[in-house]
């Protein structure tokens, strides 16, 4: 199992992991991220609603994260990634029917089961099969920039479907309009979504002998102990912690575009759909810069980076006339953040964290370090709607700085513990 070769998946195997990885999230939020003022008038909600919905499915995703990660390693990462694909798409066609905030709040509870529970864990083990013992920076890093490349397309793709059936009225549509539109940006999306399902049954197969040797009979409690003696383990939980409230701040993009720069929805919408664009390109360059140099030092280095785009919008220089400055500052947000979410799983191989407990593994690191799922969106949408405009994102953004130093810390001491050659 040590030998990097014997890892090593076909080239179409990350191609898959790249699809399904993106795709599965695509309905609960990249459509948010994107067309967040479209989904809170659609939807009629407020910052606080969308994030207590994002709350719902964080806590069942803190469940998942929980017994799905055994469950990686009980079974081969294929059937359990079609699945959740398939029960994904399935919520999509509820999602299209604009249900009250009650019914959406359960929606996104069942979108935490069948993302997290089914998905999450099989894709991390499976991009950690196709890197080997050499490449896990390039994997990592081409997974998340793959899955950047990925959004990115459905969120063209969206606003596109969107600008077409908005029709003539685009400068002051009705709700009406608006609904009718984005409804039709949902069901492309859920058959896309279940088409990958299909692709990922079909072809994400492994070797039988390789199978067998990744996948356990049972997970035994000396083993879960094995696992809950690692540092790494626990300075992962922190720094994915802090990384992931950084993710989820990048919501905020395309609706400070609105209230700060006073964009129409369309053009907030094409500025939520340029950082998914960012997000390919840093991850590809950072997981081959990593492999070449240090992970874990790039890992101290994306947060520092992180850090100083957040007080660069804390700060208030950024305005309606300043142009240039707000699409630089996203430039130094948007690296800082996506190249830590590439890296921060492509350091368990330096973590001495063994493959074939990875499921287990990043269901415990997951417990705490996406509990950002639970809290950030209520906490956002409260310093948002407590001060309307650019007060609020000033205060998100200052949320922001104070996560990156934190996991700058732990970063730091991750490099000190195993990066440094001894």
């Given at each position: 199992?040590?030998?990097?070769?014997?890892?090593?998946?076909?080239?179409?195997?990350?191609?898959?992991?790249?699809?399904?990885?993106?795709?599965?999230?695509?309905?609960?939020?990249?459509?948010?991220?994107?067309?967040?003022?479209?989904?809170?008038?659609?939807?009629?909600?407020?910052?606080?609603?969308?994030?207590?919905?994002?709350?719902?499915?964080?806590?069942?995703?803190?469940?998942?994260?929980?017994?799905?990660?055994?469950?990686?390693?009980?079974?081969?990462?294929?059937?359990?990634?079609?699945?959740?694909?398939w029960m994904t798409a399935l919520g999509g066609l509820l999602y299209a029917t604009f249900p009250g905030f009650q019914t959406l709040q359960i929606?996104?509870?069942?979108?935490?089961?069948?993302?997290?529970?089914?998905?999450?864990?099989?894709?991390?083990?499976?991009?950690?099969?196709?890197?080997?013992?050499?490449?896990?920076?390039?994997?990592?890093?081409?997974?998340?920039?793959?899955?950047?490349?990925?959004?990115?397309?459905?969120?063209?793709?969206?606003?596109?479907?969107?600008?077409?059936?908005?029709?003539?009225?685009?400068?002051?549509?009705?709700?009406?309009?608006?609904?009718?539109?984005?409804?039709?940006?949902?069901?492309?999306?859920?058959?896309?979504?279940?088409?990958?399902?299909?692709?990922?049954?079909?072809?994400?197969?492994?070797?039988?002998?390789?199978?067998?040797?990744?996948?356990?009979?049972?997970?035994?409690?000396?083993?879960?102990?094995?696992?809950?003696?690692?540092?790494?383990?626990?300075?992962?939980?922190?720094?994915?912690?802090?990384?992931?409230?950084?993710?989820?701040?990048?919501?905020?993009?395309?609706?400070y575009a609105q209230d700060v720069m006073l964009y129409d929805q369309v053009g907030s919408a094409q500025v939520g759909m340029l950082l998914l664009f960012i997000r390919p390109v840093i991850g590809v360059l950072?997981?081959?810069?990593?492999?070449?140099?240090?992970?874990?030092?790039?890992?101290?280095?994306?947060?520092?980076?992180?850090?100083?785009?957040?007080?660069?919008?804390?700060?208030?220089?950024?305005?309606?006339?300043?142009?240039?400055?707000?699409?630089?500052?996203?430039?130094?947000?948007?690296?800082?953040?996506?190249?830590?979410?590439?890296?921060?799983?492509?350091?368990?191989?330096?973590?001495?964290?063994?493959?074939?407990?990875?499921?287990?593994?990043?269901?415990?690191?997951?417990?705490?370090?996406?509990?950002?799922?639970?809290?950030?969106?209520?906490?956002?949408?409260?310093?948002?709607?407590?001060?309307?405009?650019?007060?609020?994102?000033?205060?998100?953004?200052?949320?922001?700085?104070?996560?990156?130093?934190?996991?700058?810390?732990?970063?730091?001491?991750?490099?000190?513990?195993?990066?440094?050659?001894?």
């Open positions: 199992m040590s030998s990097g070769k014997k890892q090593k998946a076909p080239w179409y195997f990350l191609v898959l992991l790249i699809l399904a990885g993106e795709s599965v999230f695509i309905l609960p939020f990249v459509l948010a991220r994107v067309f967040r003022p479209t989904v809170l008038e659609s939807f009629r909600l407020d910052n606080t609603e969308l994030g207590l919905c994002f709350s719902i499915y964080g806590i069942v995703a803190v469940v998942s994260y929980l017994f799905g990660g055994p469950l990686a390693d009980r079974f081969p990462p294929r059937k359990l990634i079609a699945s959740g694909l929606l996104y509870g069942y979108w935490g089961f069948t993302t997290i529970f089914l998905c999450w864990a099989p894709m991390i083990k499976a991009t950690r099969i196709w890197g080997g013992t050499a490449s896990q920076g390039k994997a990592f890093g081409f997974l998340d920039g793959g899955r950047g490349l990925v959004g990115a397309l459905f969120g063209a793709l969206g606003v596109f479907i969107f600008s077409v059936f908005i029709g003539a009225q685009i400068a002051e549509p009705s709700m009406a309009e608006n609904r009718d539109a984005f409804r039709y940006v949902i069901l492309v999306s859920s058959g896309i979504v279940s088409v990958v399902g299909v692709l990922v049954w079909v072809f994400m197969r492994l070797d039988p002998k390789q199978e067998k040797a990744i996948v356990l009979e049972q997970i035994s409690i000396p083993q879960i102990k094995q696992v809950m003696r690692l540092p790494s383990v626990w300075l992962l939980m922190i720094i994915i912690l802090c990384a992931y409230v950084g993710y989820k701040i990048t919501d905020v993009f395309s609706l950072i997981g081959i810069l990593a492999d070449r140099t240090q992970t874990t030092l790039w890992l101290l280095i994306s947060f520092a980076v992180s850090f100083c785009g957040a007080i660069l919008f804390a700060s208030g220089i950024i305005s309606e006339s300043s142009t240039l400055l707000f699409f630089i500052s996203i430039m130094v947000v948007a690296t800082g953040v996506y190249a830590a979410r590439s890296l921060y799983f492509a350091v368990m191989e330096r973590g001495r964290i063994p493959l074939v407990l990875t499921g287990t593994a990043v269901g415990m690191i997951s417990l705490v370090g996406y509990t950002p799922d639970i809290f950030a969106g209520p906490a956002m949408g409260i310093l948002l709607d407590r001060s309307p405009g650019e007060a609020g994102h000033q205060d998100v953004f200052w949320m922001l700085a104070l996560f990156s130093f934190i996991g700058g810390i732990a970063a730091w001491r991750y490099y000190r513990m195993y990066g440094i050659k001894k």
